[in-house]
């Protein structure tokens, strides 16, 4: 969500199974929950580009996964070793990646992650507990406006 945007009310939507295109190839598959994977889409939000896979790879199977050179991509680890372009990424672990045109992911063992990329905004991250914003007085304006109950605003 780029900055302008930040404050818009929220897009939800439920993803069903059966709507999800799963993608088999040699040594495992994706199953693409959100976006876009090579030719194929699935769901599209307002706020996006953002682009959710949920991979399975065998145990000694590796995939090369496409992405744009200008995302920001994060890979969720579930269960299984893998390594990310030779480098290892524990089971039950995150890694944000560097920027690139393609990710090489190789399994040492039967895997399950997540590929998760979007457009990388450059923006600040301030935590303030469970708050997260762009700046302090951001944080500090959210509790103020938590507190008087005026922090989620009405649907247009």
């Given at each position: ?10 897009d939800?939507?439920?993803?069903r199974?059966?709507?999800i295109?799963?993608i088999?190839?040699?040594g495992?598959n994706?199953?693409?929950?959100a976006g876009?994977?090579?030719d194929?889409e699935?769901?599209?939000g307002?706020?996006?580009?953002f682009d ?6 065998y145990?000694?199977?590796?995939v090369?996964i496409p ?6 991509v994060?890979i969720?680890s579930f269960s299984g070793?893998i390594r990310?372009?030779?480098t290892p990424?524990?089971?039950r672990?995150?890694a944000?990646?560097?920027?690139g045109?393609v ?5 040492d063992?039967?895997a399950?992650f ?9 923006e600040?991250v301030v935590?303030g ?5 762009t700046?302090?007085?951001d944080?500090?304006t959210?509790y103020k ?8 605003k009405?649907?247009k």
């Amino acid at each position: 969500v780029m900055n302008d945007e930040k404050m818009d009310d929220p897009d939800y939507h439920i993803i069903r199974n059966s709507d999800i295109e799963e993608i088999a190839f040699e040594g495992g598959n994706i199953r693409l929950l959100a976006g876009c994977y090579e030719d194929r889409e699935g769901y599209k939000g307002k706020h996006q580009p953002f682009d959710m896979y949920d991979v399975s790879l065998y145990s000694g199977a590796s995939v090369s996964i496409p992405v744009p050179d200008f995302a920001s991509v994060m890979i969720f680890s579930f269960s299984g070793e893998i390594r990310v372009g030779g480098t290892p990424v524990e089971a039950r672990s995150a890694a944000k990646l560097s920027q690139g045109d393609v990710i090489e992911i190789a399994a040492d063992s039967d895997a399950d992650f997540l590929v998760l990329s979007s457009v990388e905004t450059g923006e600040r991250v301030v935590w303030g507990n469970t708050v997260i914003m762009t700046s302090e007085r951001d944080v500090e304006t959210a509790y103020k406006e938590l507190e008087k109950g005026t922090f989620f605003k009405k649907q247009k």
